[in-house]
Each structure stands twice: as structure tokens, then as C-alpha cells.
């Protein structure tokens, strides 16, 4: 089967275009609500359900008689409506889960409503890349021919696209039908185990050795631009004082473009060290990460308050700034294009942090604990230990030899 893979082009549209892009975002934002609206009401007043399907026969009726409407791609409609179907089916998903608040679909705003879309290409959308698939132009039904900047990793067959308005500009989203690839080491490690955390971003162990592993600093993202995205906050909450004007709508694009400014290096760090992974290593053991336990609130009731509120939300803070999940993601799509095996460890049984990669037996250690002691008295880094814990795992899985048991470590 083949691969689908998304790259994203920044747009250069004309005066003109930016008018008919603004055109268009309007139309399918008022297309979002109105179908929100309609089964809102239907299922109030007379307890029925409406489906997709319906309402794309509605918009058939609405384009037979609106000519704003009729001038818009049919099928890019359909993707607006199919959004709002998506949004209660995520509604409908989260209130089975009976956890905490279930979310209904909300009505979106000028500023919440990122865009739209399109099915198939050809079909009021046709890209036209240069060289390589390196920049090139788009043509978009209603829109005309646009300059776009972007470079797709691997050249592909054009299958959907989606239009978004950020607050740099337009962008467009095309994910390609390809056969994604990557070059791996000829000098690359048969095995590593990778260590996630805090303190530090990474540890990668291919032994026990103090020499065995690599440590990847957390480069603290958020604590680098928070300065920045306090001072923007602060001058947009002053010029929304008063009667909104074209002051505060200038601080709220600079508060956006700092948000997206930050978001951007996180992507940029993701995406560098976890090709890096794949490409120096044929195989790598890691741990299962849950996000959503280890960021949980200890804020507590009035009745049974928590404790250390503060610092478990700052904790909290810096495990979201690393962006454990897309991290996670990335390596594992990445060692599928590059042919390394990725392994994942199940955490909560394994206990890598707690457990020595030597003797395999659980060592009890507080968060504050940065160091573990092998049985031979030497001491390597936790984060060393976990990782090479999860590498012994991972090997033992495989049916393949340790190389430190059965060595002095190992004694």
C-alpha cells in the first residue's frame, strides 16, 4: 500500500485573492453554523436527528437558488459539512467516556474558524509544483492561480487539500499519496533504548557503561518565549480596555504569531532529533507515554484540597512543553519510513525508571533521585538506567543476547 504523507505550503495570494479567500472562509464559516443551528433545533424541537447526508441535500437545494453559494466547489461544501458531523460524533464519543466535560459542538467565530477543504484533486483545487515538488502554484475554483512556498519531503500523487488562515497568512495543507523513505547510518547501532523526561528531553543507552549513552538536553521552549508572550498578553489586555480598534487587533496578531512562533521551534525540535533516532539506530525501545495521567490536576475539592498544587502545575507546564505525544508520533511513523524497529515498553509494568537494567530488580527512587547505582557500585545517570532497562526489555522481547550480563557490570 502506499503512503500518504502531508506538506504544507504558505500562500502568496494578490489584494484580489486575499478578498476572495476572505470570501470563502465567510461562506463555509456561515455554512458551519447554519448546519450546527439546523440539527441543534431539530433534534429541540422534534427530537429528530439530522444526518450529513441530509444536509448535503439541503446545500444541493441552497446552490440550485443561492448564486453566492453556486459559484463555491460542491465538494468543498461536503468537507465543511462533514466537519460538523465530526464534531458530534467526538461529541457523541467523549459523553460514552463519562469523563469530565463532553464539549458540544460550538458555533465558530470569525478568529475560531480555521478554514476549509477539498476531497479529491481536480476537482476545485489543482496543485502545481515546481521542481522536486519544491514551491510552485495552486489554483483554487473561485480564487485563481497562487504563488506557494513549501517543499514536500516526498514527491507524491495529490490526493486532499485544506485551506487555513493563521495569523501569518493563508496556508495550505496537501497530503500526497507516496512511497516515504529514509536514508539510515551505514555505521547505525543494532539497538538502543530511549529514555523520555524533563530534566533531560532524551536519553539514549546502548549499555550500561557511562560511555554507553547519549543525553539530548530539553531545550525549555515555553521559558525561552514566555517573556515575550507575557509582554504581548499584557499589551493586548490594555488596548482591550477600552472600544476594541485596530490597536488591540495589532497585539492580538503579534500575541498569535508568538503562540505560533513557539509551536513552530517545538515541531522544528520534534522533527530533527526524532530523524536523528531513526537514522543512527536499527532498533529502539521505548516507553508507553500517557499524557493525559501524567499531566492530571492535584488541585483537589474545597472539602479535600490537594497539595503542592503550584509545582505539580508547573510540572505539568514542562511535560506539555515537550510535547511528549508528537514526539512519540513522529519517531514511530519515521522508523517506519527508515526501517527501524520501534519497540514500545509497556511502563506501568516494566517500572524502567525503578527497575536496574542489571539485576532487574526494583529500586525504589523519589522524583528528586538522579542517579542509580549498578551492583558493581558503579553509578550511572536514571535516566541512563531506565533507558537501558527498557533496551534489556526490548532484547529479551527479540530473543537476542545483552551484551552486559554476564561482564564485570553483570557479576
Known sequence: MMDKRRVTYKLYPTSAQIVQLERLHDNHRALYNAALQERMDAYKKHKISIRKGDQEKSVTQIRADDTEYRSINAQSLQVTLKRVD???????????????????????SKDRFSGWGYKSHGDGWTLKPGE????????LSG??????????????????????????????????????????APDARPAAGLDWGVETYATLAWGVDSSDAQEFKNERLWQQASDDLKDAQRHLS?????????????????????????????????????????????????????VSNMTRSVKGTEEAPGKNVAQKAGLNREILDTSPSAFLKALTYKAEEAGCELIIAPTRSLKPSQRCPVSGATVKKRLQDRSHELPDGSVISRDHAAAATMLRWGLEQQGMPVSWLGTDHGA
Open 86 to 108: 465530526d464534531a458530534y460524533q467526538y461529541f457523541f464519543r467523549r459523553v460514552k467516556k463519562v469523563s469530565g466535560k463532553a464539549g458540544f459542538p460550538r458555533f465558530k
Open 132 to 139: 522536486g515538488f519544491r514551491h510552485g502554484r495552486l489554483r
Open 143 to 184: 480564487v485563481g492561480t497562487i504563488k506557494i512556498r513549501g517543499e514536500a519531503r516526498t514527491p507524491g500523487r495529490p490526493k486532499v487539500c485544506s485551506i487555513t488562515r493563521k495569523s501569518d497568512g493563508w496556508w495550505a495543507s496537501v497530503v500526497l499519496e507516496c512511497e516515504a523513505h529514509r536514508e539510515v
Open 238 to 290: 490594555k488596548a482591550l480596555r477600552g472600544k476594541r480598534s485596530k490597536r488591540a487587533l495589532r497585539h492580538k496578531r503579534i500575541l498569535a504569531k508568538r503562540h505560533r512562533q513557539l509551536a513552530n521551534r517545538r515541531k522544528n525540535h520534534i522533527h530533527q532529533l526524532s530523524n536523528k533516532l531513526v537514522r543512527e539506530n536499527k532498533m529502539i525501545v521505548t516507553e508507553e507515554l500517557t
